[in-house]
């Protein structure tokens, strides 16, 4: 059996190699506030208000986290201060791999250029990426395509900047919502899903399924 092998693998960052805390961060910041189901009440909303601070024009990520912790805030009725956005914030560059990524990830490196495109900043993403244990072949952001994914102008930036098409990438994701949707939709065809278990499956967009990053090196035969 043929397998493929692309000129690129690209991945999203944040949720599928970073360990995306910001759960851990509301309840650092309100769990001593809220009772265990408010609580994981918060938490959803406040992932759902990321998603709709993004899906407009660009903004920096730092507004992203301030208006969507202040609008969790106030649908949950607890008080918002400036200072606790800022901490979130804060916390992001400072997150570490999943316990399965760099070993995965190294493994894919030796024969497939690695490549991020991620909805962080360029201030914070270095940090995260110092972080895999793999050397990437280039790291895009938001800042720098000026737009979020789920939108598209971001993966068209990447093909731009790297001088392929969606015929030449195999994308991995953890997320329908932010990656792999859009990736259909673009027609990228070669996709895998690690399944950490924050979204359910869907078969409708057609992709490989591994339960975490060692896997993925048995994707490509390696």
Sequence with gaps: MTVFKPKFV??????T????????????????????????????NFSAYRLDEI???WKPYEEVVYNSLE????????????????????QVPTWGP????????AKVAKEIPLVILSNADDAQIPHNVARLG??????????????????????????????????DVCHVSSSFRYDLMTAHDLGIRNKVWVNRR?????????????????????????
């Design 17 to 44: 190699l970073i360990y995306f805390a910001m759960d851990k961060a509301a309840r650092a910041l309100y769990g001593d506030k809220l009772d265990e189901p408010a609580m994981q009440q918060f938490i959803t």
């Design 71 to 90: 609008r969790t805030c106030r649908r949950n009725g607890v008080a918002f201060r400036p200072e606790d956005a800022r901490w979130v914030y804060e």
């Design 134 to 167: 793999a050397p990437f072949h280039a790291v895009y952001t938001a800042e720098q395509a000026r737009s979020y994914k789920p939108r598209m102008k971001g993966f068209e930036y990447m093909f731009d900047m790297l001088g392929c098409g969606p015929e």
């Design 55 to 57: 899906l407009g024009d």
């Design 10 to 15: 690209t991945f999203d960052c944040h949720g």
């Design 98 to 105: 999943h316990p399965d990524v760099p070993e995965g990830l």
């Design 198 to 222: 924050h979204e359910p499956a869907n078969p409708y967009y057609g992709y490989t399924e591994i339960a975490d990053i060692s896997g993925l090196p048995g994707v490509f035969g390696l």
